[in-house]
Each structure stands twice: as structure tokens, then as C-alpha cells.
């Protein structure tokens, strides 16, 4: 065999591996209530770690210290949506040591010599957002009387209730709401830290509307 039969031979067998692994491929897990919202840079993918994650055993000890609503509170009927904000361990340690990760992943995301066979057979167009890296946060309402929580996936220490889940807290006519908050540290879409989850979910209310 001649040395140009051996690198076709190679690169048409590592065809073959990219062509069953992107045919055989795992299915998506999914939830049963759809997509969240979004917030800051979070994305789908990301979104798709997450779910997955939800099967992992419960770990508290970095979880999210939550700021607003404190525990207990109620809010008026006819306050405007609240925003629900935490402080959070991951984005504290992310802060300290950021320019180390940034590296790491500078250095893992580096492209390899068959690059672009793998960019012929998969292209890159199907990953529509680059990958998510850094601590997100998906947070939980459950409201009672809902079949399915309100559910926000962001980037952020925080979310800006919108008017129409506002709205949907309304229905549960002044009983109580629960707040869960799981955070993990995210890798290019892969789970590298986490997921944490509050021990205790913030439980607050609004108050049921006067007839």
C-alpha cells in the first residue's frame, strides 16, 4: 500500500466514524412543558444540558443564596411582575479564576487536522448559537393549580418577571409559590460543575386579588 493509499484509507475511515456517529446519535432529552424562557446568554443547548441534569442526585453545597422574594413574603395583587434575584458560589469562584478557564478552554477548543471533514459531513450551521460556557441558572416557579412551573434559563443573578407569568401567579388566588433555583458551571454545552440545587425551595405568595 502507498503512503497516498494509507491517508486516503484514514481519512475515509475517519469519515466512516463522524458519518455513524452523527447517525446514531442519542436522542435529545426533552421536557414534557416545552422550553423556558430565556435570559442573558443562555441557549437551547445549554437549556438541554440542564434537563439532563435534573436526573443527577441533589448537591446543596454551592447552591444559590436566593436575595428576592425573601421567604415567607407576600406581594401585593396589584404590585408590577417582581424580579427574583440570587448571589451564587459558581460566579464568585468564576470571577477569581477566570483567565486559567478561559485558557483551558482555549486550549480544548482547539480545531484538529480533520477539522474540516468533520465541518463537511456535520456542518457547523446546525449548532445555530456557539456553545454556552460559564454558570447558568435555571430557575423553577411552581405555581398551584399549573400543570407545569414557569421555567427561565439565564445567565444571570437574576429575572425580570414578565407580565404574562405575572400573570399565571395570579391564578393560584394567594397560595403559596415555590422558588427553586438549580445552577451548574457549563463547558461548551457540557456539565463541568454541578447542578446545585437549593436545599429548601424559597416559598413567597401573591396575594389573591379582592373580588
Not at 96 to 113: E, I, M, V, Y
Not at 156 to 178: F, H, P, R
Amino acid at each position: 500500500m502507498t503512503p497516498r493509499q494509507r491517508i486516503l484509507g484514514s481519512v475515509c475511515a475517519s469519515a466512516l466514524l463522524l458519518l455513524s456517529t452523527a447517525c446514531g446519535k442519542a436522542e435529545e432529552p426533552t421536557s414534557k412543558c416545552g422550553e423556558p424562557l430565556y435570559g442573558g446568554s443562555a441557549t437551547d443547548e445549554a437549556w438541554m444540558t440542564m434537563v439532563d441534569s435534573q436526573t443527577k442526585p441533589m448537591d446543596s453545597s454551592r447552591a444559590v443564596t436566593v436575595m428576592s422574594p425573601a421567604e415567607g413574603e407576600t406581594l401585593a395583587a396589584s404590585s408590577p411582575p417582581p424580579q427574583l434575584s440570587w448571589t451564587s458560589p459558581l460566579r464568585a469562584s468564576l470571577e477569581r479564576d477566570t483567565p486559567s478557564r478561559l485558557a483551558r478552554a482555549s486550549r480544548r477548543s482547539s480545531r484538529g487536522p480533520l477539522a474540516w471533514l468533520e465541518e463537511l459531513l456535520v456542518p457547523t450551521a446546525e449548532a445555530h448559537l456557539p456553545p454556552f460556557t460559564g454558570d447558568i441558572y435555571l430557575v423553577q416557579l411552581t405555581v398551584p393549580g399549573s400543570e407545569c412551573p414557569i421555567e427561565v434559563l439565564t445567565s444571570e443573578l437574576s429575572w425580570q418577571m414578565d407580565a404574562a407569568s405575572w400573570n399565571q401567579v395570579a391564578g393560584a388566588n394567594g397560595q403559596n409559590l415555590s422558588l427553586q433555583v438549580t445552577s451548574a458551571y457549563l463547558q461548551e454545552n457540557r456539565l463541568k460543575e454541578g447542578p446545585y440545587r437549593l436545599e429548601t425551595p424559597r416559598t413567597f405568595r401573591r396575594a389573591a386579588a379582592l373580588p
